[in-house]
Each structure stands twice: as structure tokens, then as C-alpha cells.
């Protein structure tokens, strides 16, 4: 079954499209994460699925429903930017927020001593909200969208804003709600955060999902990839050159363009039996960030040759996008909390 379904679904702002036409379907089960620059109208999507905000047209149904208001309870939410009341402790945070997620006595203590652990608070459970960092902010952020064990959650730019090790503990938290089995929607534009816990990528950009993969089939050796030694004997110059036209070297670096798994095996034993010292082998390029830029090339190249008389305008059409798009943020950000109040 698929938990969320969208058809041809437009949104504008004051005359200027965000969404032109976004078709989606995200099975149940599955981690699926909607990559896109900042403004491509990722968070816009979110909030259309919330009910936050209506489509200019098109069908939007979540589990076989197009009636959002009846699924609310089996939807967590994970914003960005977390608001909450400076007075509360985690405790009391998750208390307050658990209880207008219909949760009461001892089911309401169950679930948020559970969340508690499950999401590393134990150590601040006591503590106020303005004591956290920005990453045990984020935790609890996780911990209150999973109270009511969804069925679907909701992810929006889970590591924006932090360091780091606050990124690496968000996405070893993540990885851990991931194996619970609820189907989850995630907007980043971070390219290694959907490789480690994606199992489909969506490409938002000009309005529309403009490519989708699965991540299994980008787990393949990098197109390009460097190896860096201590020092090249000229021997191993020498035989690494004659390997192959792809292979090119100096006293330093390696540098296979195009790389093949058989390639790549043999300059590695060929640099071992030379008693050659490897000290980094890396892409150039992930596969996951050459199939992204692939696909927004491509679909830059179709824009060009099909709006090249409008191009004069985009410009300033991006400028008045970003600060509405950042003026819509502020609103529903709003309803949010009048939702929750």
C-alpha cells in the first residue's frame, strides 16, 4: 500500500509557483527522502501533507484517504526548527505535548518514559528546554513527534544547524526509529544523510520530482575515484600507466577516470606488490551526488532551451520566492502551535 499519494499538485505564493505538478508515491514501510536545495519547496510539501496548507490543485491522499484530518493521529511531525516554552522541562514538554496528542495516566507516563530513553534524554529529562543544545533539541524533537507511535513520520532537515557530531548522534538516532518499521518522509538537502538512511531518493527541484532512485542501486563503485600514496616508484608508475588509459598518476596520486570494481582491484594489488604505501582511497564523486547532479543538469539544460525568453526574469523571481517562502514558515509555524494549543 502506498501511505502517501500525490497527483499533479500545484502551490503558489501571490502568483509565483512553488509546486508545479509533484508526483509522489511512497510506499508503506520505507524510508524515503526528498532531496532539494534550500527553497526548492520541500518544507512547503510537508505542510501540505500536515494540512497546514491547502494545494492550488491537484489530489493529495495519505493512507488511501484524501481527507488529512482523519489520519492526524497516525502522522508524527519532526520540523526543522523546534518551538517550544523556555519554562518546561523535557519532561514536562513531552507531557504537555502528549496529552493533546490524546494521551493520558499511566498510557501518556508509559509512552513518554519510553521516548525518554529511546531518544538519549535520560541525562535531561529534569532539564529546562533553554539548557539544551541544539542537538538535544533536536532529540527531543524526534521523541515528541514518536509519542503516539506513528504510522507515518515526517521529517524536515533533521541535521540543519549542527555540528558535526550533533549531526552524527541525529542520524544514529534516526537510523535506530528507522528499524521500528513506521514509514518515514524525509526533506534534506544533506546527500550523505539520505545515502545512510534512505531506501529512495526523490529529486525536488523546478517545481517538480524531476528523478527518484533507489539507493541499492547507487551503492556502485564512484565514476571517479583518487588514490593517495606515500611515494610512487617509477616501476609502479610505469605498470600502473600501462594498466589502463583510465589510470593516470604522479608521485602522490592515482586518479581512475572511469572507475570499474576490476580496475580498481588491479591498481590496489598492483601498488601492494610494489610495496607502494596507500594511504586514502576516495570518490571523487558519490554516486548519489553524480546522479543528483545528472538529474539537475539535465532538467536545467530542458529549462533553458524551453524558457530561454523568460530568463530575465528569474532573478528577481527567486527573490521574491525565498522571503514569501520565508514569510509561509512564520505562518505555519503558527498554526502549528494553535494546533497544538
Not at 27 to 42: D, E, F, W
Not at 64 to 74: I, T
Request: a negative charge.
Amino acid at each position: 500500500m502506498d501511505v502517501i499519494e500525490l497527483d499533479e499538485v500545484h502551490k503558489s505564493y501571490d502568483g509565483i509557483p512553488v509546486l508545479r505538478g509533484v508526483s509522489l508515491r511512497v510506499p508503506q514501510g520505507i524510508v524515503y527522502g526528498m532531496l532539494g536545495p534550500h527553497g526548492a519547496g520541500k518544507t512547503t510539501l510537508i505542510h501540505l501533507l500536515l494540512g497546514f496548507l491547502r494545494p492550488d490543485r491537484g489530489v493529495i491522499r495519505m493512507f488511501g484517504s484524501n481527507n488529512l484530518h482523519q489520519v492526524d493521529g497516525r502522522v508524527g511531525y519532526v520540523p526543522e526548527r523546534l518551538r517550544y516554552h523556555n519554562r518546561y522541562t523535557v519532561r514536562e514538554y513531552l507531557w504537555y505535548l502528549g496529552r493533546f496528542s490524546g494521551l493520558s495516566g499511566a498510557t501518556l507516563r508509559r509512552r513518554v518514559d519510553a521516548e525518554i530513553s529511546a531518544c538519549g534524554l535520560t541525562s535531561v529529562a529534569n532539564r529546562p528546554m533553554s539548557a539544551l543544545s541544539r542537538g538535544m533539541v533536536q532529540r527531543v524533537g524526534i521523541a515528541q513527534a514518536l509519542l503516539s507511535e506513528p504510522d507515518l513520520l515526517l521529517i524536515d532537515e533533521p541535521t540543519a544547524s549542527l555540528d558535526p557530531e550533533g549531526q552524527q548522534d541525529v542520524i544514529e538516532l534516526l537510523a535506530a526509529v528507522r528499524r521500528r518499521g513506521c514509514t518515514i518522509l524525509m526533506a534534506t538537502h544533506f546527500l550523505d544523510e539520505a545515502d545512510l538512511l534512505c531506501d529512495r531518493i526523490g529529486i525536488l527541484h523546478g517545481g517538480r520530482i524531476i528523478a527518484e532512485a533507489d539507493t541499492c542501486t547507487l551503492q556502485r563503485p564512484a565514476g571517479s575515484v583518487v588514490i593517495t600514496v606515500a611515494d610512487m616508484p617509477a616501476a609502479a608508475k610505469s605498470a600502473l600507466t600501462a594498466l589502463s588509459p583510465a589510470v593516470q598518476c604522479n608521485r602522490h596520486e592515482i586518479t581512475l577516470t572511469p572507475n570499474t570494481p576490476e580496475l580498481q582491484a588491479q591498481v590496489v594489488r598492483l601498488l601492494l606488490d610494489h610495496g607502494v604505501t596507500i594511504m586514502t582511497l576516495a570518490p571523487q564523486r558519490h554516486p548519489i551526488e553524480e546522479f543528483y547532479l545528472a538529474a539537475v543538469s539535465g532538467h536545467a539544460k530542458r529549462d533553458r532551451s524551453s524558457e530561454a525568453p523568460t530568463s530575465r526574469l528569474q532573478g528577481s523571481e527567486d527573490v521574491l520566492l525565498h522571503e514569501l517562502l520565508r514569510q509561509e514558515e512564520q505562518q505555519t509555524s503558527e498554526d502549528q502551535r494553535s494546533k497544538h494549543l
